[in-house]
């Protein structure tokens, strides 16, 4: 088996890997996703919590099933494929982190990070643009979920803006 035969391989068995995962995380979202607590009697108005997870869950089964396809009509060699590797595992790595960072930065700090860090990740190298969407991008996204959908995010750590 050639290099590129077998790095085609992996990326294929990684594909499929993906695609079952996403449709294991679909299948516990009812478990995991807590319904809203009812106040004197009435429900949150919101939007469903469940809602944002089945469209998280619903596009990663997508894009695996479409990397499903794209190895199998793929004839990527070697070098190429393994600096694509890198950055998807790269990517990987740095959403468990921001997963755990979450709750002790808040949605807005950690999302800030994540999206830095991976912008001078990929190669971004001009500060002003990084700092736009880094403070930006998350700071639009915590404002929509929170004031117009009703969806509670981590807010700032207390420690963070002179809370307790």
């Known amino acids: 088996m050639t290099g590129g035969r077998q790095s085609n391989n992996s990326y ?4 499929i890997a993906s695609a079952v995962l996403a449709a294991g995380m679909w299948a516990l979202v009812p478990y995991q996703v807590d319904k809203p607590v009812a106040m004197f009697g009435f ?3 919101g939007l469903d919590p469940k ?3 089945y469209l998280v869950t619903a596009a990663w089964f997508l894009v695996s099933l479409w990397n499903v396809v794209e190895a199998v009509r793929s004839k990527e060699q ?3 494929q393994s600096r694509v590797t890198v950055s998807v595992l790269i990517t990987v790595v740095v959403s468990f982190a921001y997963a755990l960072l979450l709750e002790p930065l808040g949605f807005v700090s950690s999302s800030a990070l994540v999206v830095a860090g991976l912008a001078l990740f990929f190669g971004a190298r001009d500060w002003m643009p990084i700092l736009i969407c880094a403070l930006g991008v998350p700071g639009v996204v915590f404002y929509v979920f929170t004031r117009l959908l009703h969806v509670s995010l981590p807010p700032f750590p207390s420690w963070l803006v002179g809370g307790v």
């Open 12 to 15: 294929l068995f990684v594909s």
């Open 43 to 45: 429900g949150s108005q």
């Open 51 to 53: 809602a944002f997870p």
């Open 78 to 80: 070697g070098e190429a």
